[in-house]
């Protein structure tokens, strides 16, 4: 009776407001005993009860963790699942473990970690030339010692191609990478390889790691002068009914992009839930998957348990000068967004449309491009301000967009709270050292725009109500106001002012101010100290806004 109640309550655990009772003293009352020691007492039990082939009890979640945090050390190096026996028995292993995690199973605290390791432990390709024969013989192989539990064997094997790959890592040519690019149908980022040169990684030292950890602030509580109040209605669940096998399937097919922390692609992930060659067992998988993901949609979810789904790939790029944080998420996350955003894009855009652009609007960037070309030509406008905000996206209170994603699309708000409710891992691969992320969106999260857009809304609502005669557009974080000078000076300044309180710092010295009057020139410099002022014009958005002459010369 007492592991059936733990099992059934352990999702409010999480609630403050749940009262608790002690099922050994007594059954009414939980006076004599506070929250976390039922919290850590509840965690205890449940470490018991993991049983992972030999491994058992906190043993088991031990070895767990080890092999986790060495697989996301390794460089990708898989291969795509085979067909055939030894293919399907991979995918009934994935669903085996999505069941455990579903359905309350004894393995749900590492369920998602396990699922996340057994692409790189059980698909790691054996030598650069490997062929397909041999990766059916160690696939085979590999599973028998994971259903034994015996994961020290995999580690062992897994660090020792690693090791080879590691002396014989050369640096990629660029024919090289983009026939690759081409033999995979990436055409958009072959081009994007040969008609620009690539950023360059950075080696994490010591002063890059200090400027990583400075762009991910500590978490902060939740400012009030820029959250909506009210309660936060749940959605019903049967809303999220059309999240299945079939849309999974689509969703896969439709993600692109490079492998998260695990080490698995698009491509890989993509022929485990897309391909038809595993019939049955594939669709069995998608559908498991599926109910995770609108587990995810309408229940509180213990974060420890989904940890590992919720890492990235931390890649430090070089801006020449400064650092540029890439994140790269895993791709189940993305395919998971990608079902919500499917079955949620009218929600999404009519929360934010048409004052912020970045939700779920198709050109919503055309769309932010466009009006403000418009507000230049008009003969009224005297000046258009293009505001620049200081690490917009990992500066936003995670706490207030939380609040402002119930209030205006409450729909998303049980996922989002999931993914966003605690501090999530950036690993910086091949260094050891993780980054955590306790403030703005999660690199690599394909609903970062969404969640940012519900986020700044109260801001644009309140400058919107001190500035109701200046014109603005949004996308995401890049502002521009529009109008009379005295206009465009309110909204400015209530900017600077209510922006920080939700994580929006506006940079002046970033800031471009564009005037249609030249003889106004040391006005308007007066009337905005600090903000570069200019008659020809300025980037925005990838366009360029101003006279016609410096827009052709910006064009050519």
């Given at each position: 009776?007492?592991?059936?109640?733990?099992?059934?309550?352990?999702?409010?655990?999480?609630?403050?407001?749940?009262?608790?009772?002690?099922?050994?003293?007594?059954?009414?009352?939980?006076?004599?005993?506070?929250?976390?020691?039922?919290?850590?007492?509840?965690?205890?039990?449940?470490?018991?009860?993991?049983?992972?082939?030999?491994?058992?009890?906190?043993?088991?979640?031990?070895?767990?963790?080890?092999?986790?945090?060495?697989?996301?050390?390794?460089?990708?190096?898989?291969?795509?699942?085979?067909?055939?026996?030894?293919?399907?028995?991979?995918?009934?292993?994935?669903?085996?473990?999505?069941?455990?995690?579903?359905?309350?199973?004894?393995l749900k605290p590492v369920a998602i970690k396990l699922i996340l390791i057994a692409g790189p432990l059980l698909?790691?390709?054996?030598?650069?030339?490997?062929?397909?024969?041999?990766?059916?013989?160690?696939?085979?192989?590999?599973?028998?010692?994971?259903?034994?539990?015996?994961?020290?064997?995999?580690?062992?094997?897994?660090?020792?191609?690693?090791?080879?790959?590691?002396?014989?890592?050369?640096?990629?040519?660029?024919?090289?990478?983009?026939?690759?690019?081409?033999?995979?149908?990436?055409?958009?980022?072959?081009?994007?390889?040969?008609?620009?040169?690539?950023?360059?990684?950075?080696?994490?030292?010591?002063?890059?790691?200090?400027?990583?950890?400075?762009?991910?602030?500590?978490?902060?509580?939740?400012?009030?002068?820029?959250?909506?109040?009210?309660?936060?209605?749940?959605?019903?669940?049967?809303?999220?009914?059309?999240?299945?096998?079939?849309?999974?399937?689509?969703?896969?097919?439709?993600?692109?992009?490079?492998?998260?922390?695990?080490?698995?692609?698009?491509?890989?992930?993509?022929?485990?839930?897309?391909?038809?060659?595993?019939?049955?067992?594939?669709?069995?998988?998608?559908?498991?998957?599926?109910?995770?993901?609108?587990?995810?949609?309408?229940?509180?979810?213990?974060?420890?348990?989904?940890?590992?789904?919720?890492?990235?790939?931390?890649?430090?790029?070089?801006?020449?000068?400064?650092?540029?944080?890439?994140?790269?998420?895993?791709?189940?996350?993305?395919?998971?967004?990608?079902?919500?955003?499917?079955?949620?894009?009218?929600?999404?855009?009519?929360?934010?449309?048409?004052?912020?652009?970045?939700?779920?609007?198709?050109?919503?960037?055309?769309?932010?491009?466009?009006?403000?070309?418009?507000?230049?030509?008009?003969?009224?406008?005297?000046?258009?301000?293009?505001?620049?905000?200081?690490?917009?996206?990992?500066?936003?209170?995670?706490?207030?967009?939380?609040?402002?994603?119930?209030?205006?699309?409450?729909?998303?708000?049980?996922?989002?709270?999931?993914?966003?409710?605690?501090?999530?891992?950036?690993?910086?691969?091949?260094?050891?050292?993780?980054?955590?992320?306790?403030?703005?969106?999660?690199?690599?999260?394909?609903?970062?725009?969404?969640?940012?857009?519900?986020?700044?809304?109260?801001?644009?609502?309140?400058?919107?109500?001190?500035?109701?005669?200046?014109?603005?557009?949004?996308?995401?974080?890049?502002?521009?106001?529009?109008?009379?000078?005295?206009?465009?000076?309110?909204?400015?300044?209530?900017?600077?002012?209510?922006?920080?309180?939700?994580?929006?710092?506006?940079?002046?010295?970033?800031?471009?101010?564009?005037?249609?009057?030249?003889?106004?020139?040391?006005?308007?410099?007066?009337?905005?100290?600090?903000?570069?002022?200019?008659?020809?014009?300025?980037?925005?958005?990838?366009?360029?806004?101003?006279?016609?002459?410096?827009?052709?010369?910006?064009?050519?």
């Open positions: 009776w007492y592991q059936r109640r733990v099992r059934a309550d352990y999702a409010f655990l999480q609630e403050p407001s749940y009262e608790w009772c002690c099922f050994k003293c007594n059954e009414d009352s939980a006076t004599d005993h506070n929250s976390t020691q039922l919290t850590q007492l509840l965690m205890d039990l449940l470490r018991d009860e993991v049983v992972f082939g030999s491994l058992q009890g906190p043993s088991a979640i031990s070895e767990i963790d080890n092999a986790y945090k060495t697989v996301t050390q390794w460089v990708p190096n898989v291969f795509l699942t085979p067909s055939g026996h030894a293919g399907k028995e991979f995918l009934r292993i994935l669903k085996q473990l999505f069941d455990e995690f579903n359905e309350e199973g004894p698909l790691q390709k054996p030598s650069a030339r490997s062929k397909a024969k041999e990766h059916l013989d160690c696939l085979a192989r590999r599973i028998s010692l994971w259903k034994e539990g015996n994961l020290s064997a995999l580690l062992r094997e897994g660090k020792t191609i690693q090791c080879k790959l590691l002396k014989s890592k050369r640096k990629p040519s660029s024919l090289r990478t983009f026939s690759t690019l081409m033999g995979k149908g990436q055409i958009s980022a072959a081009l994007k390889w040969i008609s620009s040169c690539p950023p360059s990684a950075l080696p994490v030292d010591d002063s890059v790691f200090e400027a990583l950890q400075a762009k991910h602030p500590p978490a902060k509580p939740m400012n009030d002068a820029c959250t909506l109040a009210g309660p936060v209605d749940a959605p019903d669940p049967i809303l999220f009914n059309s999240i299945d096998g079939t849309l999974v399937r689509k969703a896969a097919k439709l993600t692109r992009g490079s492998p998260g922390p695990s080490g698995i692609d698009a491509e890989g992930w993509g022929r485990i839930l897309g391909s038809k060659h595993f019939k049955s067992v594939g669709t069995d998988l998608c559908e498991s998957f599926a109910k995770f993901i609108r587990i995810l949609a309408t229940e509180n979810v213990n974060p420890n348990h989904i940890s590992a789904l919720l890492a990235s790939r931390l890649v430090p790029l070089d801006k020449r000068p400064g650092i540029r944080p890439i994140g790269i998420g895993e791709i189940l996350r993305r395919i998971a967004g990608k079902c919500m955003s499917l079955v949620l894009k009218s929600d999404v855009t009519s929360a934010t449309a048409p004052l912020q652009t970045c939700g779920g609007i198709e050109g919503g960037v055309e769309a932010s491009v466009h009006s403000i070309r418009q507000l230049y030509d008009d003969p009224e406008t005297e000046c258009v301000l293009f505001v620049d905000a200081s690490n917009a996206f990992n500066c936003l209170n995670r706490q207030s967009a939380l609040q402002n994603t119930g209030i205006l699309c409450p729909s998303l708000h049980q996922y989002l709270k999931n993914l966003y409710g605690r501090p999530s891992d950036l690993i910086l691969r091949g260094t050891g050292k993780n980054i955590t992320s306790a403030e703005g969106t999660t690199q690599g999260c394909n609903l970062a725009m969404d969640f940012y857009g519900f986020g700044i809304m109260e801001l644009i609502y309140i400058l919107k109500h001190h500035a109701p005669n200046c014109h603005n557009s949004w996308f995401a974080d890049d502002s521009a106001g529009a109008g009379k000078a005295e206009d465009v000076k309110l909204w400015w300044e209530a900017l600077q002012f209510f922006g920080p309180r939700i994580g929006y710092f506006p940079q002046p010295e970033k800031t471009c101010l564009v005037i249609k009057d030249h003889n106004k020139l040391e006005h308007f410099r007066s009337l905005f100290p600090g903000i570069q002022v200019t008659v020809e014009g300025t980037r925005y958005l990838g366009s360029f806004i101003g006279t016609k002459d410096a827009t052709i010369n910006y064009v050519t």
